[in-house]
């Protein structure tokens, strides 16, 4: 039993039949029966109101009025909205909202029994169509706390002001698709609203006012019926009004639930948005304040004075799991549950009732409405002991011991790994299969061979360029496992027909491994990058845990590339010195040797040559026909070696090869005390160079961003050139189509002309961010080797620097390399304070990316350090 409980002051249970939502119930003065005791008025979708007064002895006559109003109710709010005859102000009135009216009643007390008069009624939309209500808000509207006027907001997002029994104007809100929480900030005189694109917008009620009415009519007829008509304002020298426009909008990134305005702090108001699992405080410039995960789902909060601090708010969060949550500020400082622990709070109000301060109202989801106060319950019994057998001190002994070893396992810092674990190991041959070994492109593999999606995997002599590597699976645990699914993750060079694989049972213990044949086919249109391929396994436990198990699969050298009879083109090239003796290449390209036929090893290997320089040939070829290729040279007196080829780009591969061949050498032999240093040691960094593939990435992107535009603008006119030709051919008198049927058939056929220029500039945009992963390796290792940069420090700059290339690389590049500049490589008299722009927005080109990348090196360069130590 919970300790902390909230405590029932008064409570009623309405019709069980009856449904709310959190805006069907308000507690305010209504009625002058008792003028410091508030009432709680109610209204279900099914149409009923009723208005409750509360008293300390829960009696039937505590309910004042009970009143079918025959359509449902949607929302119920008390403010001055009653005109009067004379010149003073509005009176006490209740809004009800239904779904195609707003009716404002007023309560007459006069007589023994309660009474609703209806004082105006507004059909909502144009004379009560195409406006069906969703909720609604009040306020002094303009800045006159004088009169207080309605908003109604409609399910597609359009809002109605009506100044008591006058409607003054419609508008609709934009980047809303459906109508979410709304609320009026009275400093601001602006509306706070949320929208399908998670953004919380502000909208000026002067903008509103002035902006251009909506257009109303009864189909798409009539629409363009007006268009044509001499006095729509569209076809009349008179200027248009002003679009409806946001102050601000502030993406939070979640659904929100409710919106509320008030002063957390006593200092400025607040607007504070409850989402789904977060609360969130913002300024009146739409900055966010600070913002707390909750941990739970929510369903609705309220807010109340702080008796602490005069002029602040306290917040209270209704929970799913039947709590309220009393936060100040950031803080939970109380947390209770609802009398009934099998419900939870829709609505929740605070107030006072018989002079009690900070009496909370709630309405839960069974219908259940009541009046609470924070209290404590205590046990109604005292704790007896049960009379059993004699205690077993050596078990209890035992089970200490065992939960002594729980806890220290927990808080120990030593990963403990589970028993129950599936251990994976591959084997990779050393050959490529053979080209008449059956490999099919059945069940629908067959895009793998089609040139027209520009992904090759055939070469014309050898046929299918494929390996076929092993993966076996073990599981540890008793039993076995069922529904296993085993996921591979390629780079681009890497293909296969399944990248997920699914086990119906895995048996475990000491059974034989299964074994699973994964085909890996070479895509013969990018270069190389990597030639690791990640595999995880994910199952579940018989106690419903997820567990996974990881590994890779390295991929030998000669799927990648094959070698050639040496060449000489050295238009990129750089050196690499080692502090070791010279290795031959061709041992230590042993296993590209060994898949080589004797005419081909005659080949590469003339006169011996091949000790000292390889060539190595991709499967890509450039736009000639020519094979990408890449050299090593060695050089017979010192360990230095030389990188060098016609295309910079191709120049990782090979070089990340090298190195990592060379450092498995000599760890082989010489062990890890080895000493091997590797260093770059060119006069500068080829950073022009690399900025050339930047340039042509962001080149490709502009083009294909124009494309897309132009097909934009082209569908658009398609679909209406269309719609005209729809009207002509249903209108009963026949009218002449004026050339718009080949309108439509030269902008169809423009429309394709478009769409393949969209297919060829998202292809190039796939080759020049290879391309640009590519330089991007290789620039990352000549900074690694040029400056000795330690392992951390090089993890730092290449997630800064990513050679894995997105959509927006430039964009959060250049950010990234402002964040290395105002924090790990910032002078020492240099502001770290500034607050970054973190809007990926793009740029017209990229000159300041190549400046802020430039100033980085040059800071590594004169010994700035990148790790945080």
Not at 175 to 196: M, R, W
Not at 446 to 461: K, N, Q, T, W, Y
């Amino acid at each position: 039993m919970s300790l902390f409980k909230a405590k029932d002051y008064w409570s009623t249970s309405l019709s069980a039949s009856d449904e709310y939502d959190s805006c069907g119930i308000t507690v305010a003065h209504l009625t002058t029966l008792d003028p410091e005791q508030p009432q709680i008025i109610t209204g279900s979708f099914e149409g009923v109101l009723r208005l409750h007064l509360p008293s300390e002895e829960a009696s039937p006559r505590d309910l004042l009025l009970e009143e079918d109003l025959g359509s449902p109710i949607l929302s119920v709010k008390v403010g001055n909205f009653v005109p009067t005859n004379t010149s003073d102000p509005p009176t006490v009135g209740l809004a009800v909202l239904h779904p195609k009216r707003l009716v404002v009643y007023k309560v007459d007390n006069s007589t023994p029994t309660l009474s609703l008069n209806k004082c105006y009624e507004h059909q909502l939309g144009v004379h009560g169509k195409h406006f069906t209500a969703a909720n609604m808000c009040s306020g002094g509207f303009g800045s006159d706390p004088s009169r207080e006027q309605i908003c109604v907001q409609s399910l597609d997002s359009r809002i109605q002001i009506f100044d008591l029994d006058v409607l003054s104007f419609t508008r609709r809100l934009p980047n809303a698709l459906l109508p979410g929480p709304i609320v009026y900030h009275e400093k601001l005189d602006s509306f706070i609203t949320f929208n399908s694109l998670l953004d919380v917008e502000c909208y000026s009620f002067s903008v509103l006012a002035s902006a251009q009415d909506t257009l109303d009519s009864d189909d798409e007829e009539d629409k363009l019926k007006n268009l044509k008509s001499p006095n729509h304002p569209s076809n009349t020298s008179v200027s248009a009004s002003k679009k409806v426009q946001a102050s601000w909008a502030t993406n939070l990134g979640e659904s929100i639930v409710e919106i509320k305005i008030g002063s957390l702090e006593g200092v400025s108001k607040d607007i504070v948005c409850l989402g789904t699992k977060c609360i969130f405080a913002l300024n009146d410039l739409g900055s966010i304040k600070w913002s707390k995960f909750l941990g739970y789902d929510t369903i609705g909060f309220t807010l109340f004075d702080n008796p602490k601090n005069p002029g602040s708010n306290n917040i209270i969060v209704s929970g799913a799991d039947g709590n309220l949550n009393v936060y100040r500020s950031q803080r939970l400082i109380w947390k209770v549950k609802l009398s009934d622990p099998n419900s939870f709070s829709i609505a929740t109000f605070v107030n006072d009732f018989d002079c009690c301060k900070g009496m909370i109202t709630t309405l839960s989801d069974d219908c259940r409405l009541s009046v609470s106060y924070l209290g404590t319950e205590s046990e109604k019994e005292g704790q007896v002991v049960k009379e059993g057998k004699e205690i077993n001190y050596d078990d209890v002994d035992e089970e200490h011991r065992k939960l002594l070893g729980i806890i220290r396992a927990s808080q120990s810092d030593t990963r403990i790994e589970p028993r129950e674990k599936i251990i994976m190991r591959t084997q990779v041959p050393k050959r490529l299969d053979e080209p008449d070994q059956v490999h099919t492109f059945d069940g629908g593999f067959e895009h793998l061979a089609d040139s027209a999606v520009r992904m090759p995997c055939i070469d014309g002599s050898e046929g299918v360029l494929r390996i076929t590597a092993k993966l076996f699976l073990t599981y540890t645990g008793t039993g076995g496992l069922k529904d296993v699914t085993v996921t591979l993750n390629l780079p681009d060079s890497v293909m296969t027909k399944d990248t997920c694989i699914k086990i119906d049972k895995l048996k475990g213990g000491s059974a034989t491994p299964m074994i699973i044949d994964i085909v890996f086919f070479a895509n013969a249109s990018v270069l190389p990058t990597i030639d690791t391929v990640g595999v995880t396994a994910m199952f579940f436990t018989a106690s419903g845990e997820p567990r996974t198990g990881t590994t890779s699969i390295k991929l030998p050298l000669f799927f990648f590339c094959r070698l050639q009879p040496a060449t000489k083109e050295p238009t990129f090239k750089f050196k690499l010195d080692t502090n070791k003796q010279p290795i031959m290449l061709a041992g230590l390209f042993d296993d590209m040797m060994d898949v080589l036929t004797d005419d081909e090893r005659s080949a590469v290997d003339a006169s011996g040559t091949a000790n000292y320089v390889l060539t190595f040939r991709y499967w890509i070829a450039d736009p000639n026909g020519v094979p990408y290729n890449a050299t090593v040279l060695l050089s017979k007196t010192s360990g230095r070696y030389r990188v060098q080829s016609h295309h910079m780009p191709s120049l990782w591969f090979i070089s990340s090869s090298l190195c990592s061949r060379l450092e498995s050498y000599f760890l082989a032999s010489e062990g890890p005390d080895s000493g091997l240093e590797l260093t770059y040691n060119e006069p500068h960094l080829p950073l022009q160079d690399f900025y050339n593939c930047i340039d042509s990435h962001f080149i490709s992107r502009q083009n294909l961003v124009h494309l897309l535009s132009l097909q934009n603008d082209c569908a658009h006119q398609f679909r209406t050139i269309q719609k005209r030709l729809l009207l002509r051919f249903k209108d009963r008198n026949a009218v002449p189509l004026n050339q718009l049927d080949v309108l439509l058939s030269e902008t169809y056929h423009r429309l394709l002309e478009i769409s393949s220029q969209v297919e060829s500039a998202q292809w190039t945009i796939t080759s020049t961010s290879n391309s640009l992963s590519c330089t991007t390796h290789l620039i990352l290792l000549f900074i690694k080797l040029r400056y000795n940069l330690l392992p951390s420090s090089f993890t730092v700059l290449s997630s800064h620097l990513s050679p894995h290339i997105s959509s927006t690389w430039e964009e959060s590049t250049d950010l990234n390399m402002m964040t290395l500049l105002r924090t790990v490589l910032a002078k020492k008299n240099q502001d770290q304070t500034g607050n970054l722009n973190n809007n990926l927005v793009m740029q017209k080109d990229t000159n300041k990316l190549k400046k802020h990348i430039s100033i980085v090196v040059d800071r590594i360069h004169k010994g700035a350090s990148l790790s945080a130590d």
